[in-house]
């Protein structure tokens, strides 16, 4: 395997692994059987969006940190981060502003 097929694995595991937690975030998020307390736990699922945005942040931020001070193979993890990351926040914002918007429709 060359150098080239190494980074390249490790930018697609970087980003798969955040976007393993984010799917299965939104997962548990939209199926109640999932959550351990059955249904949201009258939570309303406010938990699992916080969770959702966390993630996606903290990938981002990690994924920079890893491509300034990892060697060499690892920098591409963290450039599969940081683009999961901001695929993450970019999905985040974009149901938040849905959200806001349906809101303002329906309150007069």
């Given at each position: 395997m060359t150098e080239i097929d190494r980074?390249?694995?490790?930018?697609l595991v970087g980003f798969t692994?955040?976007?393993?937690?984010?799917?299965l975030t939104a997962a548990a998020l939209l199926n109640p059987a999932?959550?351990?307390?059955?249904?949201?736990?009258?939570?309303?699922?406010g938990g699992y969006v916080v969770a959702f945005f966390y993630i996606a942040i903290g990938?981002?931020?990690v994924g920079?940190?890893?491509?300034?001070?990892?060697?060499?193979?690892?920098?591409s993890?963290?450039?599969g981060l940081v683009l999961a990351g901001l695929i993450g926040v970019a999905v985040f914002a974009a149901l938040m502003l849905a959200v806001y918007w349906s809101l303002s429709n329906t309150i007069h």
């Open positions: 980074a390249r694995s490790a930018a692994a955040t976007a393993a937690l984010l799917v999932l959550d351990p307390f059955g249904g949201s736990g009258g939570g309303g699922g990938s981002a931020l920079v940190i890893v491509r300034k001070a990892a060697p060499a193979p690892w920098r993890a963290g450039s």
